[in-house]
């Protein structure tokens, strides 16, 4: 169980749509995500085994099509194609 300290997941699935948009088990959590947003509920705590399969920061490293929305090349190391997904939630304005 992860306990985050704020209330981001919705603007953080916004970001991880951006760059994953075609990850089936992503696209599900945000609708899930958002259907308890707008009952006020909290999305909070969450279950690692989820974050793996939805988290872009989770998953640089398996996903090609977050790899490519990202900028990474195939010369970049793990820690290079995180930053890049960093920078890019960084600059996101969704």
Do not use: W
Not at 19 to 35: F, H, S, T
Not at 42 to 63: A, M, Q, W, Y
């Amino acid at each position: 169980i992860i306990y985050c300290a704020h209330e981001y997941t919705e603007s953080n699935a916004r970001y991880a749509m951006s760059v994953e948009p075609g990850n089936e088990l992503l696209v599900k959590r945000v609708e899930e995500i958002k259907a308890k947003r707008s009952r006020g509920e909290p999305t909070v705590p969450s279950l690692l085994g989820e974050e793996k399969l939805t988290n872009p920061f989770l998953r640089g490293d398996i996903s090609d099509e977050i790899k490519s929305n990202v900028g990474a090349t195939s010369d970049d190391d793990d820690a290079t194609i995180f930053l890049k997904i960093r920078q890019g939630k960084d600059n996101f304005r969704g």
